[in-house]
């Protein structure tokens, strides 16, 4: 079977009218998306597992009439249940966990004609902003191999940049989505809370703050693909209400002139941002500015120290939770060697306080997004750069030092003893919270939020920009961004371990 040659020349609306017109077939895009991971994943470590023969049963099959038939996909190994498919999340305690049943937001995937070759890698549990798990082995830049492509969607990310799909399935609870985006130079929106299904098993993963999503190329695919998740499924605690028109109608509408507030500071927490990221926001201002825009600098007035801590309780909570479950599901507790030592420090502090703290600390949440509302009334868009600084290299996120110390210590606390949970928590947010400095607060307040490719460091590797809205007010996002898109085109933009340069040079 011949593969498609020309298949990185399109986005997946492209490959999918090409297939509705008869001009290529489902099963040459498979074959097509199958050689290029074979060749470049061995490489990135994007893809952790390979369902190449579904992806060519479902190419035999197919509804043309569907808006991505026949386009290649990937979904994430966390969150993303595929009936018969191990969802591990990344953790050797899950490695041959089997869902029943598909995920809603699988099902509507698939049901838009996508089809799936495999699944991505992931941190354990999504916990850190780099996807380095020890199940799988680090994701590794197309970029630059030795730097990170972020996470917790760091494989999404990875496989989309390399050409291996032209979209990935993502998901986001304190930037996963956003974070690989600016890694890999890539659009990354997380939606609107309730924007998205998270059914049939999940409730409000993260008290709300997790959207499942996607990573593409451009903007018009992500609006479309938002099209096709978008909508409550059953049992939903609240929905967001359905946009006037399609997201991907939005796509090349006049954005009109927006007040936006730009931010040359962290918002969650007191870490410094890089001369590469602040050259490129101002850089980003400046176009805005140029396109009719008015841009102002302005900077949030947030409890930044509140935030970062009141964040990483609610997760840690979450993750003492999600082992209890996952416990319950394998029938018995995990060995040591089977959870990775961040996991294990973050599951017992969550175990370290009571409900009165963690209560304590959603009111801070909410008391700080009503100061982030009142700013927020001022502007239609907020901009700041997606992360602090460009990728890191590997291994950044490892515990070192005194920080190593203390995690491991805490990890290994019986449980009847509680340590002193405030002052780790503040010591945790400093050292840790330098990378990854602003993403956590959209998801905290549930508003959609959008990186960009908009420009790169010294070194070359790429910088996001991320621009928030107000509360469902993705069409806000999707015409500015395609009017940035239009303005400072980005698309043709190739890693050098892309599937292309690896064909040209094999």
Same mark, same amino acid.
């Given at each position: ?322 082992? $209890?479950? @996952?416990?319950?599901? +394998? &029938?018995?507790? %995990?060995?040591? #060697?089977? /959870?990775?030592?961040?996991?294990? =420090? ?62 491991? $210590?805490? @990890?290994?606390?019986? +449980? &009847?003893?509680? %340590?002193?949970? #405030?002052? /780790?928590?503040?010591?945790?947010? =400093? ?68 599937? +292309? ?6």
């Amino acid at each position: 079977m011949s593969g498609f040659a020309e298949y990185d020349a399109y986005d997946a609306l492209g490959l999918a009218a090409l297939v509705k017109a008869g001009a290529v077939s489902a099963a040459e895009l498979v074959e097509e998306a199958i050689a290029r991971c074979e060749r470049v994943n061995p490489a990135v470590n994007a893809v952790v597992t390979k369902t190449y023969e579904r992806a060519r049963t479902a190419s035999r099959v197919i509804d043309r009439g569907a808006p991505f038939a026949g386009v290649p996909f990937l979904l994430k190994d966390l969150g993303q249940a595929w009936a018969g498919v191990p969802m591990s999340c990344g953790s050797r305690f899950l490695v041959d966990h089997v869902p029943a049943e598909d995920a809603e937001f699988v099902r509507r995937m698939h049901g838009a004609g996508l089809i799936t070759l495999g699944k991505t890698n992931t941190p354990e549990f999504g916990l850190v902003g780099s996807t380095e798990p020890r199940l799988f082995g680090p994701t590794r830049n197309p970029w630059r191999l030795s730097h990170t492509a972020g996470g917790s969607s760091g494989g999404a990310a990875a496989a989309v940049a390399a050409g291996i799909v032209p979209a990935a399935a993502a998901s986001d609870g304190g930037g996963s989505i956003r974070i690989p985006a600016a890694c890999c130079g890539l659009v990354g929106l997380k939606p609107s809370r309730g924007r998205n299904p998270s059914g049939p098993e999940r409730g409000e993963p993260w008290y709300g703050q997790v959207q499942d999503g996607v990573i593409t190329r451009t903007v018009r695919d992500s609006a479309a693909l938002l099209d096709v998740s978008a909508g409550a499924d059953a049992g939903a605690l609240y929905a967001a209400p359905p946009p006037p028109r399609p997201f991907l109608d939005e796509v090349g509408r006049d954005p009109g002139r927006l007040r936006i507030a730009v931010c040359r500071e962290a918002l969650c927490c007191e870490a410094p941002l890089s001369a590469d990221c602040l050259a490129v926001l101002d850089d980003t201002a400046a176009s805005l500015a140029r396109l009719g825009h008015q841009v102002e600098y302005a900077v949030p007035p947030l409890d930044r120290l509140t935030l970062g801590t009141a964040y990483l309780r609610r997760v840690m909570a979450c993750t003492g939770a999600e082992l $209890v479950e @996952a416990t319950a599901l +394998r &029938g018995r507790a %995990p060995r040591a #060697d089977e /959870l990775e030592l961040t996991t294990r =420090a973050m599951a017992r502090l969550g175990h370290a306080f009571d409900a009165v703290a963690l209560t304590r600390a959603q009111r801070d949440v909410e008391a700080q997004m009503r100061v982030l509302g009142r700013f927020m009334q001022d502007y239609d868009v907020l901009l700041t750069p997606t992360l602090a600084e460009p990728p890191v290299p590997l291994g950044a996120f490892e515990p070192r030092g005194l920080d190593y110390l203390v995690v491991r $210590v805490t @990890a290994s606390l019986p +449980r &009847g003893l509680r %340590p002193p949970v #405030d002052r /780790l928590l503040r010591q945790l947010v =400093a050292n840790n919270f330098r990378f990854v400095v602003s993403t956590m607060l959209a998801n905290m307040s549930g508003e959609p939020s959008i990186s960009l490719p908009l420009g790169a460091s010294r070194e070359g590797l790429p910088i996001g920009m991320m621009f928030t809205a107000r509360l469902y007010e993705e069409a806000t996002l999707f015409r500015l961004a395609a009017q940035l898109e239009n303005a400072l085109p980005w698309r043709q933009r190739r890693a050098p371990h892309h599937a +292309r340069q690896e064909m040209t040079h094999a």
